[in-house]
């Protein structure tokens, strides 16, 4: 069973830029699908973006797409979330989640994942 705990977040101004990382323990890293989902309040949670085990295969919300990039190292047992352009609209706590690659489900279903860290918070001010 993977661990998950997040780090990276922050506030930053309307433009900006930030990195989250999402560092993993327990379990075969490599063996998982990643994800990014966040929740803004008062609203539901929201896939941003995924990968798969080995790196073959991104997937990013329509939101997102041009201006997030996602990574993994599995040597390094992390993921990373490189953000660009940041709007206020991003305002969201953010999630490194895991599924184990067999698990046979849709990447961008933000349910679908079984391993969850606790989050960092990302605010961008306008």
């Known amino acids: 069973q993977v661990q998950l705990v997040e780090s990276g977040g922050g506030l930053v101004q309307a433009g900006g830029s930030l990195r989250l990382s999402c560092a993993a323990s327990g379990g075969t890293f490599s063996t998982y699908r990643m994800a990014w989902i966040r929740q803004a309040p008062g609203k539901e949670r929201e896939f941003v973006s995924a990968?798969?085990?080995?790196?073959?295969?991104?997937y990013y919300a329509a939101s997102v797409k041009g201006r997030y990039t996602i990574s993994r190292e599995n040597a390094k047992k992390t993921v990373s979330l490189q953000m660009n352009n940041l709007k206020p609209e991003d305002t969201a706590m953010y999630y490194c989640?895991?599924?184990?690659?067999?698990?046979?489900?849709?990447?961008?279903?933000?349910?679908?994942?079984?391993?969850w860290g606790q989050g960092t918070q990302v605010t961008v001010s306008s």
């Open positions: 989640a895991a599924n184990h690659f067999s698990k046979v489900s849709d990447p961008t279903n933000s349910k679908s994942y079984d391993y």
């Open positions: 990968i798969s085990w080995n790196s073959a295969t991104t």
